[in-house]
């Protein structure tokens, strides 16, 4: 089975200054990553995912996460954060083979002017 | 543009009722799942659902149970509301075959007292 740890609960970032959400899962099989954001009052929605090919994946609004297969890690990276980023990150891992999903605990990400 | 709506927004029941948490999509998906998100856990999977009238347990399913009578509508019964039922509760859908991306609705958060 495969789980998710989201090494940052909470993580306050100027605006116009790069952050990074850190994600690591544990398998012992080949995986799926998802990064979704869910903004205050909203549903999830998806940002990018790694399937397969190209360790560098890139998603909406800016967003891009590498996966390392050695570290297994997922980080999410910005260059430059806008107010409008605040929100909960989730990093999710699934089987390949499943249509199930297993969520870290979130990242909050609270932009400051 | 895939939507998944759920029926409420928020619900504030009391301990002992039965609850019924009602999640529509439009997209023809078939599979269906319940969510619940806490803070500090994430999200969490109840049930899901391969199919009309196929059900399957998630994470957590104990004091839940779930209906599926027609492909587009995927129901969460709390048979026996309990204070530890008040949370978030997150119905998603995805097409079989295409099973990395989950389409979020906007969540229900319930209150139970």
């Known amino acids: 089975a495969q789980s998710v740890t989201q090494l940052d609960s909470q993580v306050p970032v100027f605006e116009e200054a790069p952050v990074e959400l850190r994600c690591n899962y544990s398998?012992?099989?080949?995986?799926?990553l998802f990064w979704y954001v869910q903004y205050p009052n909203q549903g999830l929605q998806l940002l990018l995912k790694?399937?397969?090919?190209?360790?560098l994946v890139k998603g909406i609004n800016g967003f891009e996460a590498e996966f390392n297969k050695s570290q297994t890690s997922f980080h999410l990276r910005k260059p430059s954060v806008h107010i409008s980023d605040t929100a909960e990150y989730f990093c999710?891992?699934?089987?390949?083979?499943?249509?199930?999903?297993?969520f870290g605990a979130g990242t909050t990400v609270t932009v400051r002017a | 543009d895939v939507k998944v709506t759920q029926s409420s927004r928020y619900l504030v029941k009391r301990t002992g009722e039965k609850v019924f948490l009602e999640c529509v999509q439009d997209?023809?998906?078939?599979?269906m799942f319940w969510y619940r998100q806490d803070p500090g856990l994430g999200l969490r999977l109840i049930y899901f659902?391969?199919?009309?009238?196929?059900?399957e347990k998630g994470d957590i399913p104990e004091g839940y149970s779930v209906s599926r009578e027609k492909k587009e509508r995927f129901s969460l019964i709390l048979e026996s509301a309990s204070t530890n039922q008040t949370s978030m509760y997150l119905c998603?859908?995805?097409?079989?075959?295409?099973?990395?991306?989950?389409?979020f609705g906007p969540g229900t958060r319930l209150l139970v007292l």
């Open positions: 398998s012992s099989v080949s995986v799926y």
């Open positions: 790694y399937l397969s090919g190209s360790t």
């Open positions: 997209m023809d998906h078939e599979n």
């Open positions: 999710a891992v699934s089987d390949p083979n499943d249509y199930k999903l297993s």
């Open positions: 998603a859908s995805t097409i079989r075959g295409n099973q990395e991306t989950q389409y």
């Open positions: 659902s391969y199919d009309v009238k196929m059900k």
